[in-house]
């Protein structure tokens, strides 16, 4: 199939091979173990009642009904009366009679003595035989005729085969007897003369309706003309529902029986049946999946239509000529890759240009694969007005050819396109971006042609090296240096964020920060964390927020991250963990134990005097160090190992230490080794996409096994839904952070949340 050639998750190839494997294996195993056998027999009920026909009328049920019980009397009628039934059908000179009754037990013996005349007057008489009714202590236990009765009668077997509905769609061919085989009573009815053990399928195409039936009182009476028995097979059995043996004909409801080896025995008279089973449907979808993989993916639908219609409808035909075979597991792989086909076209159609066939900007957004590489965005800025003079299939030419000029040499591998004529691809970290702009923009000084019109194009590039943002953000910012580029009649033009950062707006920014924590502009919010195990409060993080007189709220990426990269970030820390603190220690006073996380930068490791500090602070309010959590952020600058000092003695102190965006950057097992934490803090990008990527949610998983390996708790922040809730909670993570948790907020809000848990604790 053409589909992108870049291994991604979010907007990567469909992969066919895959798919085809699964549907094979699955349909194989389907077929195996029988798991469409509902489906099967249903589908065969439809077409037995679309095949419907008549029996032969070559036998003839004398049955043993509510009218021969009102007639004759209560049931078991005497031994001689029914020595009457059996003389009165050989008066008709029947081709043989078989008797769908188990003559086991005796009664009296001038009864017994009776029934055993008639069976030796008769011409062809055969009765019922059970065999193997349940091995009692190993041994195997029979039940047959009467040995008086045996020697003028022959034996059918009575036994059947049943399924999970007490359906029963094969029957026995017959059944060992000493060493001989006895016909089972199909084939006794059919007078198949060399029975086997081997079992054949029931053809329930044949109407019970159609079976004559005479009443057994009636032929004792001598009320129905003989013809109706002369020369055909009669058998004798009950129908009466007060007398039981009553089963599940497929397709035709519940009745006697007689029926079932009636219907069996009109199979055997149109031929042996043969059952090919499941293998050769799965062979043909096989065949036709396996043809077609290459192929459009409406071509193989189409295909796959076919091969559905032609295992659906060949029974039709196929089952009248006595030839069986099972199609579910075929279906099943048909099926399965022609959904697999129309979720990808129905993804793919939201992840690409509707003219073109280009993965569009959104499939960028989600593509996994080009994070972290550079991002080049072209923008051919005269688009709109060259294809407003163009058809729909001149517009395709066109983008054809400004592609075709984006791919020349091997950097371009996929290209992605957006509205307005934007185009946008990654390249490896290692490319000389200069040199690869300039070469694509000497390909445009030549004119683009359609259907032999020339159009000059009017291009400029952006060009984003990789920051470290979510693409859709760095994706703006090429677009913007390439509008830039545009605007200031470059050809392109670069966007480095770091770079653009104004470094006397930086210095003024940090000194604002100073005055502001000095004036009571800087304030501390709480986050609340739960305990998932209690469904309880049991901490909160504390965050800096900085709320400018005239700008307003200012980012906390913003000042935080600047404080962070000019070291000037003590000052910021020692103020929220003072805040921090003194509230901890009175929120553990009043309402109990109570924790208190405070961001702590790897840069201040290299303080000595940082232990004294917040001992310190501590100290002064009182509030004991196992309440206190310290979160090691920029964990970058601990890749060396050096300066963990510090945090050793911060735990000896008590106080708990925990690692901070687990998951991105330098979290690794050896960083892991080197840093005294006890918690581990996985990073809210995991969390969040957790229940969309199954990366994310293996990365999540892995996480909590190996902090709780290594004796460490875990704190899931960014959880926003209570479905993201539930899965950690299942993950057995201890504790949980986010928006559907609480929303940082100030320490009144905070007080009067933990207030009113406490009085519903009480309640």
Not at 166 to 188: C, D, F, H, K, Q
Not at 480 to 486: F, G, I, K, P, T
Not at 509 to 520: C, E, T, V
Not at 620 to 631: K, V
């Amino acid at each position: 199939m053409r589909w992108m050639k870049r291994q991604d998750r979010n907007a990567g190839p469909f992969r066919p091979a895959k798919l085809l494997g699964w549907a094979l294996a699955m349909s194989l195993l389907f077929g195996l173990i029988g798991a469409g056998e509902y489906v099967e027999d249903r589908l065969r009920i439809v077409r037995n009642h679309i095949n419907e026909k008549p029996v032969s009328g070559q036998i003839v049920l004398v049955a043993v009904d509510e009218k021969s019980l009102r007639d004759v009397g209560r049931w078991p009628w005497p031994r001689s009366r029914y020595a009457q039934l059996v003389e009165a059908i050989e008066k008709a000179k029947p081709k043989k009679q078989v008797h769908d009754w188990l003559f086991s037990e005796r009664t009296t013996a001038r009864e017994d003595k009776r029934l055993e005349q008639a069976f030796a007057s008769s011409g062809d008489v055969t009765v019922g035989y059970l065999p193997r009714v349940g091995p009692q202590q190993g041994s195997r236990t029979e039940i047959g005729a009467l040995p008086e009765f045996e020697r003028h009668v022959k034996l059918a077997s009575t036994g059947m085969y049943y399924n999970y509905a007490n359906e029963v769609w094969r029957l026995p061919g017959g059944a060992r007897y000493g060493s001989t085989v006895i016909p089972s009573m199909a084939m006794a009815l059919a007078s198949v003369e060399k029975p086997t053990t081997d079992e054949f399928r029931v053809d329930y195409s044949y109407s019970p309706e159609s079976i004559p039936v005479v009443s057994a009182s009636d032929v004792m009476a001598g009320r129905i003309p003989a013809t109706m028995l002369t020369g055909k097979t009669a058998v004798i059995a009950p129908v009466s529902n007060r007398l039981g043996d009553q089963w599940n004909v497929p397709g035709w409801g519940r009745i006697s029986g007689v029926y079932i080896h009636m219907i069996g025995a009109e199979t055997m008279l149109d031929g042996a049946p043969v059952d090919f089973g499941w293998i050769p449907a799965f062979l043909l979808a096989a065949a036709t999946l396996l043809l077609t993989a290459r192929l459009g993916p409406t071509t193989q639908l189409a295909a796959i239509s076919a091969t559905l219609a032609v295992l659906i409808t060949a029974p039709l035909v196929s089952e009248r000529s006595q030839i069986f075979f099972d199609i579910t597991p075929g279906m099943f792989a048909l099926l399965w890759v022609a959904v697999g086909i129309v979720i990808e076209q129905a993804r793919r159609r939201g992840l690409t240009n509707v003219v073109s066939g280009l993965p569009n900007l959104t499939a960028l957004r989600r593509s996994r694969g080009e994070r972290n590489r550079p991002l080049v965005v072209a923008r051919v800025i005269n688009y709109p007005q060259i294809v407003s003079t163009l058809t729909i299939a001149q517009e395709k030419a066109l983008v054809g050819q400004i592609t075709s000029r984006l791919r020349v040499g091997s950097e371009v591998s996929t290209i992605y396109q957006g509205d307005e004529g934007i185009f946008a691809w990654t390249v490896p970290s290692t490319t000389a971006i200069g040199h690869h702009i300039e070469a694509l923009h000497a390909l445009f000084r030549s004119p683009a042609k359609v259907d032999r019109r020339p159009f000059d194009i009017a291009i400029s590039f952006g060009v984003e090296i990789g920051s470290g943002r979510t693409l859709a953000n760095r994706l703006q910012s090429a677009l913007v240096a390439a509008d830039e580029a545009s605007s200031e009649g470059l050809r392109w033009k670069y966007h480095d964020p770091e770079r653009l950062k104004d470094v006397d707006w930086r210095l003024s920014l940090l000194s604002q920060l100073d005055d502001a924590i000095d004036h009571g502009q800087v304030w501390v919010a709480f986050q609340p964390q739960l305990d998932l195990r209690t469904n309880l409060i049991r901490g909160a993080e504390a965050l800096a927020r900085w709320t400018h007189p005239e700008k307003g709220p200012i980012s906390p990426v913003e000042f935080v991250t600047a404080a962070e990269q000019s070291d000037r970030i003590e000052k910021l820390t020692m103020f929220v963990l003072d805040k921090a603190v003194a509230e901890a220690a009175r929120i553990n006073r009043e309402y109990g134990d109570f924790d208190m996380a405070v961001n702590l930068s790897a840069r201040m490791l290299t303080d000595k005097s940082l232990l004294s500090k917040v001992k310190e602070v501590l100290d002064r309010h009182g509030l004991d160090p196992a309440r206190l959590t310290l979160e090691l952020t920029e964990t970058a600058a601990m890749a060396s190992g050096s300066g963990t000092a510090p945090l050793f003695g911060l735990r000896d102190l008590g106080v708990n230490i925990s690692i901070d965006d687990y998951g991105t950057g330098l979290s690794t097992l050896e960083y892991l080794k080197k840093i005294p934490a006890g918690e581990i803090k996985i990073d809210q990008g995991f969390v969040k996409s957790m229940r969309d990527h199954r990366s994310d949610l293996v990365m999540v998983q892995s996480t909590i096994a190996l902090a709780h390996s290594l004796g460490r708790r875990v704190v899931a922040e960014g959880v926003e839904t209570r479905e993201l809730l539930d899965m950690l909670v299942a993950m057995k993570c201890e504790v949980a952070q986010g928006f559907v948790v609480g929303r940082p907020s100030s320490v009144n809000d905070l007080t009067k949340r933990l207030l009113a848990e406490r009085k519903r604790r009480v309640a």
